[in-house]
């Protein structure tokens, strides 16, 4: 383990306190690989009013899971600027309520693994202390479980484990490559949702029959429901895959 990390629980005590008056601000903001879920592009996206197509063009770059073979994004970094995020600010990240779930999760880093019986998530928890981060030393304190529900992560944490399913059906059924239109698919079904709205409700995209019917009809306007969806039909592609 990195001499780093800590194992916590969520009952641990711990100082920290990110604000401008701390003298590290902003210098987690540089020297960028961050990688963002579904649902990160999802609210940020809506927070600067954008499409989801034009903010992976503008903001993302794409690659290939080295362990998943899952397309992944992360964000793109300023160029020339210390690889700083290009949502911050002298006085602080501009999309500061709806940013990425690594963000909101500092200092801590999060791991969960599903019990193959019984489908219940277990989740460890560890304490990052990162040698430039002067934020431990200030008097603010709270658990761990405090810091969780202050920073809004359940919400976060639920709709990115939706995607441990499609993980483990990736490397259960289709080693290596995805096939291209698996690729496709699964880069619109998770990440481009203003794209894939329209497909959703045409014929051969996804097998409407086996999908909540209450659901489908609220991913016409619903964009979590669309982004459940959507995980949904990768996984119904991936399952199709084994024929």
């Not at 008056?21 to 020297?31: G, K």
């Not at 963000?103 to 989740?123: F, K």
């Not at 990052?128 to 981060?133: I, L, N, S, T, V």
């Not at 996804?206 to 995980?231: C, F, Q, R, T, Y």
């Amino acid at each position: 383990m990195n001499d780093n990390m800590t194992p916590v629980s969520s009952g641990t005590r711990f100082n920290f306190l990110c604000a401008p008056s701390v003298s590290c601000f902003n210098e987690c903001c540089r020297d960028l690989n961050q990688f963002l879920t579904p649902y990160d592009i999802l609210r940020m996206k809506i927070r600067l009013g954008m499409t989801s197509t034009d903010f992976l063009a503008r903001y993302c770059q794409f690659h290939t899971g080295p362990e998943s073979g899952l397309p992944i994004v992360t964000l793109k970094p300023v160029d020339g600027a210390g690889l700083k995020c290009p949502f911050v600010t002298p006085e602080g990240c501009r999309i500061y309520e709806d940013r990425p779930t690594s963000c909101r999760m500092y200092p801590l880093a999060r791991a969960v693994s599903r019990n193959r019986e019984t489908g219940a998530i277990s989740e460890y928890y560890m304490l990052m202390k990162e040698p430039h981060c002067r934020g431990f030393e200030q008097e603010s304190t709270q658990t761990v479980k405090e810091w969780i529900l202050r920073q809004g992560l359940p919400t976060y944490n639920s709709l990115n484990d939706l995607m441990m399913d499609v993980i483990s059906l990736k490397n259960a059924l289709v080693p290596g490559s995805l096939p291209l239109s698996t690729r496709h698919l699964f880069h619109m079904a998770c990440y481009d949702l203003d794209n894939f709205r329209p497909h959703l409700f045409k014929k051969g995209i996804v097998d409407h029959s086996v999908m909540d019917p209450e659901m489908m009809e609220s991913a016409k306007s619903d964009n979590v429901s669309l982004l459940k969806i959507g995980i949904e039909a990768v996984k119904q592609a991936l399952l199709g895959s084994r024929h």
